[in-house]
């Protein structure tokens, strides 16, 4: 039998086909610009209105994908046949066809990197480039900003909630789609998880991956001591066992007759607290004291904190539905608004006045304060060319592009992960608590202030 043949119109996204991972609009718009020969220099930025509710601050994530995009993006032949066909573009000239096949990303891109925590209406991405290709992007870089953000904020604090204990990412089958299981596992390690069970996250990423076994496998077997034993023969040093598939004492009695190592058990229903006493004192009585109980189980951060706080014995946590959605607030409502371009070789600042989502103008820097032993104290916004508000204060907009070409070195996700970690220890103790935290001061400059009322005066609000 001949194997099947690929689709043409396969929904697997890829290098090939991620032009057109964009809403109509942007190129309608982009079609608009050239029409009517809006080709300056445009400022945009991406940034979070508010905060989530139940988070005192956000993880950035997703750069990395961020960058990919907009170094490999182009337009070929088909997709380029597909705009043509597209009834919406019938009066447009071939001069916006040509354009986008000879486009390439040209402009400069500035971010906060990977792993540090913000706050509202702090520019994640900030984006210079012609206004025909900034427009462009904006769906891409939202989509992937937006996922990734929400996960690694959630992960942060599941790990918070856990505090010594190990936390790992088991939600692929619960993701949005099999890509998005690898965004998750990657945003999640960032946000603190120490593995995934994800094996292309692991490849494509060099997360450490981690598993254990199935329901299935022990019923699939003669008995739950033969499930055991055949498990640890095919595994002897990478055993850890699901011991509740029955009843999980008698699972925890039978995975102590295991003989040689048997690094962990793992329970996935019924009172996981208690279980967890009780499982540990069988273990500890037949001299298993280094073998770890790891709980699972529709688990979150508030779930983790009372299992803690009711001392229950669980080593490891792994964590999948509610981080990988970020079930609590499953849609971050990150944005990208236009707040600078060039008309006539004059730049203008630009400022969206609508109740509740009117935006801070001018292309500008956020820069972060710390104290003395480098605790941070407030965060301020200011144009770009006011410089930084006080010796002590850093930038976290860095130069990710430069004329189209990227200037950033990517770090890897370790050493990602670490800067996570290291940066959100610097926070306030007050936000470092899954309730009841504080309020992170971010201060808008005198500058934008006076650029805001002048601007507000011009169109007579």
Excluded at 19 to 34: C, E, R, S
Excluded at 213 to 219: N, V, Y
Excluded at 347 to 361: D, N, R, W
Aim: proline residues 5%.
């Amino acid at each position: 039998m001949s194997a099947p043949k690929k689709s043409p119109n396969s929904l697997f996204l890829t290098r090939e086909n991620m032009v057109l991972a964009t809403d109509l609009y942007q190129l309608t718009m982009m079609a608009a610009y050239l029409e009517f020969e809006m080709s300056e220099p445009a400022t945009f930025e991406l940034f979070v209105r508010r905060l989530p509710r139940h988070r005192a601050f956000l993880v950035s994530a997703g750069l990395e994908q961020c960058i990919q995009y907009l170094s490999e993006l182009t337009f070929d032949g088909d997709d380029i046949d597909f705009l043509r066909a597209h009834e919406v573009f019938a009066n447009i000239s071939g001069r916006f066809f040509e354009r986008l096949r000879a486009w390439k990303f040209s402009g400069n891109v500035a971010g906060i990197p990977e792993g540090v925590p913000f706050f509202p209406n702090e520019a994640i991405l900030q984006i210079r480039a012609p206004l025909f290709e900034a427009q462009l992007i904006e769906t891409y870089l939202l989509s992937t900003i937006n996922y990734q953000v929400s996960v690694a904020s959630k992960a942060a604090r599941v790990a918070m909630a856990a505090g010594d204990r190990t936390c790992v990412d088991f939600g692929s089958r619960r993701a949005h789609g099999p890509q998005a299981g690898v965004y998750a596992a990657r945003a999640s390690y960032i946000g603190g998880m120490v593995a995934t069970s994800n094996l292309l996250a692991g490849k494509l990423c060099g997360i450490p991956v981690t598993g254990t076994a199935a329901h299935a496998f022990t019923m699939a077997c003669p008995s739950e001591d033969e499930a055991f034993r055949r498990y640890h023969a095919a595994f002897p040093d990478h055993t850890t066992l699901l011991i509740d598939t029955y009843d999980t004492l008698r699972g925890a009695v039978r995975a102590t007759h295991i003989s040689g190592e048997l690094k962990g058990v793992r329970l996935d229903s019924g009172d996981l607290a208690q279980l967890s006493k009780e499982v540990r004192l069988i273990l500890d009585a037949e001299g298993r004291d280094s073998t770890r109980i790891v709980a699972s189980g529709d688990l979150n951060e508030y779930k983790i904190r009372a299992l803690l706080d009711e001392g229950a014995k669980i080593d490891a946590f792994g964590v999948g539905t509610e981080m990988v959605t970020s079930k609590d607030h499953p849609a971050l409502g990150g944005v990208y608004k236009l707040v600078s371009r060039q008309v006539a070789g004059v730049e203008q600042a630009a400022m969206k006045l609508s109740p509740g989502k009117a935006t801070y103008p001018g292309i500008k820097q956020f820069w972060r304060e710390r104290d003395d032993v480098g605790r941070c104290v407030r965060d301020v916004m200011q144009l770009a060319s006011t410089g930084a508000p006080s010796p002590r204060a850093t930038p976290l907009l860095v130069p990710i592009f430069e004329r189209g070409e990227c200037v950033y070195s990517l770090p890897d996700i370790t050493a990602t992960r670490a800067r996570c970690q290291t940066e959100i220890a610097s926070l306030p103790e007050s936000l470092l608590t899954i309730e009841g935290f504080g309020e992170y001061p971010v201060e808008v400059g005198a500058d934008v202030s006076e650029l805001m009322v002048r601007l507000r005066a011009e169109v007579g609000e």
